[in-house]
């Protein structure tokens, strides 16, 4: 850029090197112009004097003369004119171009504002989804929760029955029918919820007495080849309220772990309605500390029980085939390796001569270069200029959009706030 200043206001001004070479030219034009002229001046001088001292000879040539010398002269002065006709076009063409330049800035200015103004558009109505579906969310939280409520309040009612119905059959039954009768419960629930759920498993009475014991029934179920991964012993004790002697859940363990022993059981499970007034039973699934897989539960917590063993032993057994399955693929890793080293040692030889052939292949491209290298150079010219309006088109973000615009970056976070809140539900 270079700097001129004007002869009339004084002030400066910047022109780039296609102006500046314009007006150095025009200020040529204007010396050459003024050389002309005195020249011109000149030769009139000149042919002033020879005129007056051969006036009478040269009547006529000096009349020829003037006329040549005024043909001259039209002609440079139709020079002139058509260099200041020409200056004239290329400052009009120069202003068009600013002109056209101008347009195409305004044209792209209401593209970005039009892009804008669409963006916001969407930004506004993917607000308003967000709101429509997170309200949607709250009212389907509150149905199910108000479900959840009644079903608690239902099992809850249930409960209660099936408590008071315990309690007015132990009242009537003797101590030998309240255990007969836990038992034939115990049975009905299996029938009922597990014996389709388990076809290959088997669930009956402990009819084998062993040391003058047994259990109350054996549960075996088996894999599809017919191998057992599962069985639990079960022991069934209940009790009538107004019974003298009270008993306890401890006092079953050791006979529980015998029984168990005997009939090669892995689990043994105790299901007591003793000790009605424990926290601790009436919690759940109560794991006997002092044995092994040893279990107490109450009779609404029978088939539960019967799940969780059963899916534990099948990952059990999922886990044992697994790990052998990797004690015989490391024989078959043993034999990779071997076969590994061998390709190696082959491919490396190969790689070899490759590389070879390849250096003497790229010593011949190396020469193609070095003739291409000027194409390269204009060609990476062009791509960095197209890198630099590529990365201005990329670098036009919300981020950027947003800056000093504190409400859309308010809408913003509310949108990614509250696309997180359902994420997380």
């Known amino acids: 850029m270079k700097e001129l200043k004007c002869p009339k206001c004084g002030s400066m001004f910047s022109v780039d090197e296609a102006d500046y070479a314009f007006i150095m030219q025009q200020v040529k034009t204007a010396e050459f112009d003024a050389e002309i002229e005195r020249r011109i001046a000149e030769v009139c001088q000149q042919e002033e004097a020879k005129r007056e001292v051969a006036l009478a000879k040269l009547k006529v040539t000096s009349s020829s003369a003037i006329e040549?010398?005024?043909?001259?002269i039209a002609e440079l002065k139709s020079v002139i004119a058509n260099q200041e006709n020409a200056t004239k076009t290329a400052l009009l063409e120069k202003a068009a171009e600013g002109q056209e330049a101008m347009a195409k800035k305004n044209?792209?200015?209401a593209k970005l504002k039009a892009e804008m103004a669409k963006r916001e558009g969407d930004f506004r109505a993917q607000l308003a989804e967000m709101a429509m579906d997170e309200q949607k969310a709250m009212a389907g939280k509150d149905a199910e929760i108000?479900?959840?409520r009644a079903d608690y309040d239902g099992r809850l009612r249930a409960a209660d029955e099936q408590i008071a119905f315990y309690k007015d059959m132990k009242a009537r039954m003797s101590t030998k029918m309240v255990g007969e009768t836990l038992e034939v419960h115990c049975s009905t629930l299996y029938d009922q919820f597990m014996r389709f759920a388990l076809p290959r498993a088997t669930f009956a009475k402990d009819n084998d007495v062993v040391d003058?014991?047994?259990g109350d029934f054996i549960f075996r179920d088996y894999a599809d080849d017919g191998t057992e991964y599962v069985s639990i012993m079960f022991e069934m004790k209940n009790e009538a309220d107004e019974t003298a002697t009270k008993h306890k859940n401890e006092d079953?363990?050791?006979?529980?772990?015998?029984?168990?022993?005997?009939?090669?059981?892995?689990y043994a499970v105790?299901?007591?309605m003793l000790e009605l007034e424990s926290e601790l039973y009436n919690a759940g699934i109560v794991s006997v500390s002092n044995y092994d897989k040893m279990y107490v539960v109450r009779p609404q917590c029978f088939i539960p029980i019967i799940t969780l063993i059963v899916q534990s032993s099948r990952k059990a057994m999922e886990y044992k085939c697994e790990v052998a399955e990797m004690r015989r693929q490391t024989v078959d890793v043993t034999n990779f390796e071997e076969k590994l080293l061998d390709f190696q040692q082959k491919f490396g030889n190969n790689c070899r001569l490759a590389k070879e052939k390849f250096d003497k292949a790229?010593?011949?491209i190396d020469k193609?270069?070095?003739s291409l290298q000027a194409t390269k150079e204009a060609l990476l010219g062009s791509e960095k200029q197209l890198r630099l309006a590529n990365d201005k088109a990329d670098g036009l973000t919300i981020r950027r959009l947003t800056h000093e615009n504190p409400t859309m970056k308010a809408k913003f976070a509310e949108a990614r706030a509250g696309k997180s809140k359902d994420d997380l539900t």
Do not use: H, P, Q, Y
């Open 68 to 72: 040549k010398k005024e043909r001259e």
């Open 107 to 109: 044209e792209e200015i």
């Open 146 to 148: 108000a479900k959840l």
């Open 212 to 214: 003058g014991t047994k």
């Open 252 to 266: 079953f363990f050791r006979k529980l772990d015998e029984d168990r022993r005997k009939k090669n059981c892995e």
């Open 270 to 272: 105790l299901v007591s």
């Open 362 to 364: 790229i010593a011949e």
């Open 368 to 370: 193609s270069i070095k």
